[in-house]
């Protein structure tokens, strides 16, 4: 991985980490850079476990839908059976798009230029006249949907691998599996992806959002209105807000480029936080939910379940964000200034509509392109891009903060220097 | 919740006060938020009122309750809406975008001597960063005829894209 590349001179990384110091700086060449999205491309995207769907957008037998997961276009279905696949998007025969419909439920698949046709579980299954094609035609399966690599999931969330090695799914999230033990154990019977999907892009490079994601530094900057607001919404009053001090806060390296921030936060939260403005009745439930969690894992990881806020990346570009609403987000790069997401809000089967009223206010209130802060977060990221058009005489990030400290708060960087640090190592091929 | 799935050529148009009351409100309507009279803007609501935005290419009819959208405000939640973008800390939106709308194919869908269900299309653009967003779509109105002229029940504004690509946000009013 560490070949000679002119663009990446061994005496120039991007990423510089001075330990000594406590210094970390990122070279700006990262966001800009084309032949570095190239890299990318390969040596991430093309050999991570990446974000495909989650089991419950598949209901019933023979539903699918059609998922972009690291510039590919993929198939994602159950078949008669039930069982999960994951096909590329692609005729063997001549190439065309054999599933052209978002989503929806079909028992074969069927190619609209030539009528190739193919069962759900990807069997090849047109007949043709005698001596059409030798009689063993299909014998080594090349006229089969073509599955990808590798397929797993961990806990309902289901992700795909474009290189047939490498570690398991389970070794590759590491500690992130703990952060989304708390989340799915939100319910006792399964989350659920509550209907409907935000699609929408930012013209900045992909890595800013996954900085961004898990960034705990500028919220108060960037979101003063959301806060105005929240100060509002929930009872507390801003000022009160602004004046409360941080607890639970914490940023920790997940291993493998994961990382997560947790902390405590005034909103409400659906799973097991009230707030004055749900009332009596919102109380009732919330201290029904947490007396529950308390006699299913004890009192410390029910308080970890009901009071904690995590925001997670899990690298390169898995967002879940358990913190006034559950949020899926996932996100690629569609050119080296511009990049895609695609989020959902993920919710407890078993929730009382009441609380899953207020799930979907308290996730509009912020996240997606209609929020009082998500829009924000975009004109940042997008300002960012834009400042790196000085980056020949202004070279670098700076993502040193809480570098010194021994104990990483929520609202230092040590989680993003854990997503570069792995992005360094896949990338510019350090150890 | 206002029902929307109004049959599409619905005109019980009895004592009409005619398209062209409802055009011009329509246009006064657009012309405060193309010069970002907001606060004037927020006064053509009833109160109780609600302003919604689907996700791209959501059925008429869909359900905030229990379906993802972007934006489905109560009274109280436009009013902040409002007071934020009046706000320089709404930074999607300050410095402020250059925003124009074209409202067309304006029907009365329904009328009684309270109320009416108005539908049109819109095109609104927005231009910021040296970027010209355009928005396509149609809006779905319960205006109420009241001593001081129309008011808004509720505003629905459905876009008719399939995702928010490459518009990326819904940070002004449509």
Redo the contacts between chains.
């Keep these: 991985m560490a070949e000679a590349d002119p663009l990446l001179p061994r005496d120039a990384p991007i990423v510089r980490e001075d330990v000594t110091r406590s210094t970390f700086r990122v070279d700006r060449r990262a966001f800009v850079d084309p032949a570095i999205l190239k890299r990318e491309r390969d040596h991430i995207f093309s050999t991570c476990w990446l974000y495909l769907g989650h089991a419950s957008e598949l209901k019933r037998p023979n539903d699918f839908l059609i998922r972009s997961v690291g510039g590919r276009e993929l198939v994602f279905n159950r078949d008669r059976k039930g069982a999960v696949h994951a096909f590329f998007n692609v005729c063997p025969h001549r190439g065309a798009q054999v599933v052209r419909e978002s989503s929806g439920n079909a028992m074969s698949f069927r190619c609209f230029y030539h009528g190739w046709s193919f069962n759900n579980n990807g069997q090849f299954a047109s007949r043709f006249d005698a001596e059409t094609y030798p009689a063993d035609f299909n014998a080594e399966g090349c006229a089969n949907l073509r599955s990808v690599p590798r397929l797993d999931s961990y806990r309902d969330l289901w992700f795909v691998n474009f290189s047939a090695e490498g570690e398991s799914l389970s070794d590759y999230l590491a500690g992130a599996k703990e952060i989304i033990d708390l989340a799915v154990d939100h319910s006792e019977i399964g989350m659920e992806v509550v209907g409907g999907t935000q699609e929408y892009s930012i013209r900045a490079n992909w890595k800013l959002l996954a900085e961004n994601s898990n960034d705990g530094y500028h919220a108060s900057e960037t979101h003063s209105t959301y806060i105005d607001y929240l100060g509002v919404s929930t009872g507390y009053g801003a000022q009160a807000l602004r004046n409360a001090k941080p607890t639970l806060s914490r940023g920790i390296d997940l291993g493998n480029g994961h990382a997560v921030i947790e902390y405590a936060a005034a909103w409400g939260r659906p799973v097991a936080q009230s707030i004055p403005t749900w009332g009596e009745h919102g109380k009732a439930v919330i201290d029904a939910k947490r007396a529950r969690l308390e006699e299913l894992y004890g009192p410390d990881r029910a308080r970890r379940i009901a009071r904690g806020n995590r925001n997670m990346v899990i690298f390169p570009n898995l967002v879940i964000n358990d913190i006034m609403a559950l949020t899926v987000r996932t996100f690629y790069p569609e050119q080296v200034d511009e990049l895609h997401v695609t989020g959902w809000a993920l919710a407890p089967v078993d929730e009382d509509p009441q609380f899953r009223a207020w799930r979907l206010d308290n996730f509009l209130e912020f996240l997606g392109p209609g929020g009082f802060a998500t829009p924000d977060d975009v004109e940042a990221l997008e300002s960012a891009q834009k400042g790196y058009r000085n980056l020949a005489e202004v070279p670098f990030n700076d993502l040193s903060r809480g570098m010194a400290r021994a104990e990483k708060l929520h609202d230092d960087e040590e989680q993003m220097r854990a997503f570069w640090r792995e992005w360094s190592r896949r990338v510019e091929g350090v150890a | 919740m206002t029902e929307w799935a109004v049959a599409m050529t619905d005109q019980g148009a009895t004592a009409s006060l005619g398209r062209a009351a409802f055009e011009d409100f329509l246009f006064h309507e657009a012309a405060l938020l193309d010069e970002w009279r907001l606060d004037e803007w927020f006064a053509l609501f009833t109160e109780g009122a609600t302003y919604e935005?689907?996700?791209?290419g959501?059925p008429d009819g869909?359900d905030?309750?229990?379906?993802?959208?972007?934006?489905?405000d109560d009274y109280a939640?436009l009013q902040?809406?409002i007071?934020?973008l009046n706000?320089p800390?709404?930074?999607?939106?300050f410095p402020r975008s250059k925003v124009m709308r074209v409202i067309s194919n304006v029907r009365i869908l329904s009328e009684n001597a309270e109320e009416a269900r108005i539908g049109c299309c819109f095109v609104t653009y927005r231009s910021k960063?040296d970027?010209t967003d355009v928005f396509p779509g149609h809006h779905r109105y319960l205006l109420r005829k009241t001593a001081d002229g129309l008011r808004i029940a509720a505003k629905r504004s459905y876009l008719d894209l399939?995702?928010?690509?490459?518009?990326?946000?819904?940070?002004i009013i449509l």
């Design positions: 935005v689907p996700t791209a959501a869909a905030p309750q229990t379906t993802l959208f972007y934006i489905a939640r902040h809406r007071d934020r706000k800390g709404a930074h999607s939106e960063n970027v399939t995702n928010l690509r490459p518009q990326g946000r819904v940070s």
